[in-house]
């Protein structure tokens, strides 16, 4: 196993099991699912996270591939949890996700009903 593929694994492990210990005791590493993606952890209905550990920072490319492994498991939240530079917990770490998950998430705790999809400025849905 190459380096970057330990480093992977270790901050997939260590998020499952800081969700096991605040009570997500489903919350298990995802194994490989072929092309369609659906995210690093497996377990929370509806949610795809996906794990990053590395030097550089790329969150728009990120959270974009966290959407398409949203998408691909029919979930409703896609995110992105990353780990900080000098913090090894990841309740330290970082979440990411776009501002329209955000939204919805929010809209949800408020007990709002969900938003159409957005239209561009085309007049397409988003």
């Known amino acids: ?52 550990n590395c030097a550089r920072q790329e969150l728009a490319g990120w959270v974009g591939e966290a959407e398409v492994e949203r998408d691909n498991d029919n979930a409703s939240l896609g995110v992105v949890w990353h780990k900080r530079r000098g913090k090894g917990h990841p309740a330290d770490w970082f979440v990411t996700m776009s ?10 705790h408020m007990g709002m009903p969900p938003m159409e999809p957005a239209a561009d400025q085309d007049g397409e849905a988003a």
Do not use: C, W
């Open 1 to 52: 196993m190459s380096a970057s593929k330990r480093k992977g694994t270790a901050a997939e492990s260590a998020v499952v099991q800081y969700l096991q210990a605040m009570g997500f005791a489903q919350a298990e590493r995802r194994s490989l699912n072929g092309a369609k993606d659906r995210g690093d952890i497996a377990g929370l209905p509806g949610v795809v996270i996906e794990v990053k």
């Open 99 to 108: 501002g329209e998950q955000f939204m919805a998430l929010l809209r949800d």
